[in-house]
């Protein structure tokens, strides 16, 4: 590809001061290039950036589903009447390991959680708006 400071020189070398037609063709040429090269970088640029919030969008729903799911079992089986104390306490405390993980990664909007204690409904909405906040944040 010639450049245009190339073809700019070719076209006013000489005595001859008025651009041969074909030295503006290929400045033609050269320009329209260079705006199709700079238009196919951009678009890239946006398709990958596309691509990568896509996957943290995944990753994120993922993992806050995860722990929904998490939640659900622990206290599927605390509702389970033949549980003795010693099983309450440990799945007590796997639902006090789950909030402090959240809390670790959620920060402040975890805050609100109170997975041993908390009336299951609550908690569990309090889980879905933390997974679409986290949502809206990578989105937007």
Known sequence: MVGFGSVIKAAFSGTNLIPTLATISTLIISIGSSIYNAYQNWKQARIENAAELAGQF???????DSQIESYDKLTQSLAQNNLSEQEQAKIKSQLLDLQKSLNETYGEQASNLDLV?????KQRDLLEGI??????????
Not at 117 to 121: A, D, I, L, V, W
Not at 131 to 140: E, H, S, T
């Open 131 to 140: 997974k679409k906040q986290n949502a809206a944040k990578i989105l937007g």
């Open 58 to 64: 995944k990753n994120t729903i993922k993992d806050v």
């Open 117 to 121: 204690n908390g009336s299951y409904e």
